[in-house]
């Protein structure tokens, strides 16, 4: 079984922006919970430091390598399985081979012979695809697969550095993974919620920084949806019609027919429940119809305030 990077260079280009991928990137941080469990998910506490990747002028290119690839066994938590890195030419960033183990070969781009701060993203990348593979974890198809290989990074301290790696100027473009550089930007915002970090100070790329605020400011939209006591005035009043609506009709739920897997729903029961994600696992949430309450999330054993 073989994983590959993200292509990267001008034969990418155009970078693809926004939230296109957005549905998966939640599927993959349920995933995630629910695989390890919310008290592994927080051993993660702790981001890979710049210091940890950086490489030195007068540092040996192979030692270096092998010493952020140590650096990524130790993030992801997998001290018996050791990296055997290279560098050949090819279309992508990085390949790795998913054998048995203990030893792992990982091949690099050549040309990060000569860009060396973009190593540590690539090496993230590939060193997460081991680390699922030992989890037993993945996702139908390849897309889907490297979505959530890139979200399990980032969420899990290392994806920072993939979002560093998209730079752009007026001849050329650079960016590792297969999220867009706003998905980055949101799983990190995700992260940060809950450990409580401050990413945006580790981006030495201007880009990658704008790309993190837009991603934080889809991140802060799902914690005021309703029914969540912090939600806006206008969809507090959507969700007033639609509560009306289907304690009115409660045999047409659920409600509305419209809704998206990532936005609430009214079910028939008794009492008539709302079920919505949890804005930090995204696992759904079902709690009756009454008014102010504190709900607690199953998954990710998170507490809520909603108004029902």
């Known amino acids: 079984m073989t994983a590959q990077g ?35 998910v927080r ?81 993230a990348h590939e060193v997460m695809h081991v680390c699922l593979h030992r989890l037993g974890l993945a996702f139908a198809g390849t897309r889907d697969n490297e979505i959530l290989t890139d979200t399990a990074t980032t969420y899990l ?15 050329s473009s650079q960016k590792l993974g297969y999220l867009t550089p706003e998905e980055f930007g949101y799983v990190l915002a995700k992260r940060a919620a809950v450990f409580g970090e401050g990413p945006e100070v580790w981006f030495t790329s201007p880009q990658a920084y704008e790309a993190y605020l837009k991603g934080s400011g889809m991140a802060r939209a799902d914690e005021t949806r309703p029914p969540l006591a912090v939600s806006g005035w206008a969809g507090r009043r959507r969700y007033t019609r639609d509560r009306r609506h289907a304690l009115a ?18 079910e028939s029961r008794s009492p008539v429940r709302v079920s919505f994600p949890c804005p930090t696992c995204q696992q759904r949430i079902r709690v009756p119809v009454r008014g102010r309450m504190r709900a607690r999330c199953g998954l990710c054993r998170s507490v809520l305030d909603c108004d029902t």
């Not at 155009?14 to 390890?36: D, M, N, Q």
């Not at 301290?157 to 001849?171: E, K, N, P, S, T």
């Not at 009709?249 to 009214?266: Q, V």
């Open 6 to 40: 993200a292509p990267t260079g001008p034969a990418a280009d155009p970078v693809e922006r926004g939230f296109p991928h957005l549905t998966t990137v939640r599927s993959a941080i349920t995933a995630l919970y629910k695989r390890l469990s919310p008290d592994t």
């Open 43 to 123: 051993q993660f506490d702790v981001s890979v430091a710049p210091s940890d990747v950086a490489f030195s002028d007068s540092e040996d290119l192979y030692t270096g390598v092998q010493r952020v690839a140590r650096v990524m066994v130790q993030q992801f938590r997998l001290p018996d399985a050791r990296m055997i890195v290279s560098f050949r030419e090819m279309e992508h960033a990085a390949h790795v081979e998913l054998a048995a183990g203990p030893e792992y070969f990982i091949e690099l781009n050549a040309r990060f012979k000569h860009h060396r701060r973009d190593i540590g993203a690539a090496l």
């Open 157 to 171: 301290g290392a994806g920072w550095l993939l979002l560093d790696a998209f730079r752009q100027d007026q001849v």
């Open 249 to 266: 009709r409660p045999g047409s739920t659920p409600y509305p027919p419209d809704a998206d897997p990532y936005s609430y729903a009214f």
